[in-house]
Every structure is written in structure tokens, then in C-alpha cells.
């Protein structure tokens, strides 16, 4: 998968994803988040979403812990990923032995 580096000015001039929206008659400008809009007839396309059937039968397990967090508590969680947080090795040797503790498997010395 080829990845497009996007600057500040969006996509670089000889991008052929513009080429093409061009030759449709369309306009292609860069979107707030660095994204592309297309302006035209397939601009109003909906997008789409596929679910796997594995996803539908998982969906319906009881097994699986279903709940809300407060956004106070999403907040908090979001807060400690941009810090870095997580990725501190006790916190990641904690949830791992934490992992293993629930899925009934021993710890490895």
C-alpha cells in the first residue's frame, strides 16, 4: 500500500488523484484534516460500510462485556494516550499480566 505524504498544502501539485478528478470536471481541495474533497457529481456518493459476518456473530455473544464509561472517564483515558501513558513498560507489563490473569493462563518468569 502506497502511503502519499500530504504538507501543509495539502497533496503535491502532480497528484493523480487531482488529474483525475480534473478530467472528470471536478475540483479537488484539501479538507481541514488533510483529507480530499471532491466537488462534483461523486461528491454525493454515501459512503459505506461493510460488516463481516464474524463481526455480526461476535456482536451477538452474551460473553462479551457490554458497558458505557462516563465521558469524564474517556477523557481521563484519552488524556493518559497522549501522555504517553500506556506505553510506559510497568503500566504495559501490568495490563499484560492483567491479560493473562483473565484469560486463565500462567505467567511466563
Not at 500530504?6 to 484539501?30: E, H, L, M, S, Y
Not at 471532491?38 to 461476535?58: C, K, M, R
Not at 462479551?64 to 507489563?93: C, K, W
Amino acid at each position: 500500500m502506497a502511503i502519499d505524504r500530504i504538507g501543509p498544502q495539502g497533496p503535491q501539485a502532480n497528484d493523480p488523484r487531482k488529474a483525475a478528478a480534473a478530467g472528470q470536471g471536478q475540483r479537488v481541495t484539501p479538507g481541514s484534516n488533510g483529507s480530499q474533497r471532491t466537488s462534483g457529481a461523486s461528491a454525493s456518493i454515501p459512503d459505506q460500510v461493510q460488516i463481516s459476518a464474524e463481526a455480526v456473530e461476535l456482536s451477538a455473544r452474551e460473553d462479551i462485556p457490554r458497558g458505557e464509561l462516563p465521558a469524564s472517564r474517556l477523557i481521563e483515558i484519552s488524556q493518559r494516550i497522549g501522555s504517553g501513558f500506556y506505553n510506559q513498560p510497568e503500566v504495559v507489563d501490568a495490563t499484560a499480566r492483567g491479560l493473562l490473569a483473565e484469560l486463565g493462563r500462567p505467567e511466563r518468569a
